[in-house]
């Protein structure tokens, strides 16, 4: 029984961190990656499910780049007031923007998510049109950030506690693991 509580717990410690992971992107401008996480919004769970997505993108008003998708996402607008450098932002229901200036706007979009360091955007995208790669970060797999041979996975429990014969997430059924690195951090996957 203290082995099931165990996992709970263990469960309950990763759950933001996992979530955060698993909406990360890489955002490839010319030879620069960006990393951006993508909002946890009906917004950005569509954007994120369309993913890989290379779009040429239109320059406008000199801070930002917009592109038409040939579908409409979900929208929730509002005005955030200040725009921020590496602001991915849904305008209307089908043109993505991302935006490499800072500055006041009143316009009204639908968050997608941003860069986590625009660092140097603006010279990245360029004074004209630009095309932008928008892919589920290459550093994710299942959940588990691949970072160096400690975060390796040394062991899978299934949600009753009990040890998965199989380290390899990509061969497990659907359901809910515990997944213990060699580094001793554990992760929660729902598969």
Same mark, same amino acid.
Request: proline share 3%; with cysteine.
């Given at each position: 029984?203290?082995? *099931? ?5 263990? !469960?309950?410690? $990763?759950? &933001? ?26 917004? #950005? /769970? ?11 993108? =239109? ?9 038409? !998708? %040939? =579908? ?13 450098? #590496? %602001? ?8 993505? +923007? ?23 955007? &603006?010279?990245? @995208?360029?004074? #004209?049109?630009?095309? *932008? ?6 550093? +994710? ?11 390796? +996975?040394?062991? $899978? ?6 040890? $998965?014969?199989?380290?390899? !997430?990509?061969?497990?059924? /659907?359901?809910?693991?515990? @997944? ?9 996957? *729902?598969?």
């Amino acid at each position: 029984m203290k082995r *099931i509580f165990t996992i709970i717990a263990m !469960l309950f410690a $990763v759950m &933001a961190q996992i979530n955060a992971e698993e909406m990360k992107i890489d955002v490839t401008i010319g030879n620069k990656v960006y990393t951006a996480t993508i909002s946890d919004t009906e917004t #950005g /769970h569509a954007f994120y499910n369309m993913l890989p997505l290379t779009l040429n993108m =239109t320059e406008l008003n000199g801070n930002e780049k917009y592109c038409y !998708l %040939d =579908t409409s996402l979900p929208t929730a607008t509002y005005s955030p007031g200040t725009i921020n450098a #590496g %602001d991915i932002m849904l305008y209307g229901s089908s043109c993505v +923007v991302l935006f490499y200036e800072t500055f006041s706007s009143s316009y009204s979009y639908s968050r997608i998510g941003a860069l986590d360091n625009p660092a140097g955007i &603006a010279q990245a @995208v360029g004074s #004209g049109n630009v095309t *932008i790669k928008f892919d589920k970060a290459s550093s +994710v797999v299942t959940g588990i950030r691949v970072v160096d041979d400690d975060s390796r +996975v040394v062991a $899978v429990y299934d949600i009753k506690g009990n040890v $998965v014969s199989s380290t390899d !997430l990509s061969q497990l059924p /659907h359901g809910i693991y515990i @997944v213990k690195q060699r580094n001793g951090k554990t992760k929660k996957i *729902i598969k």
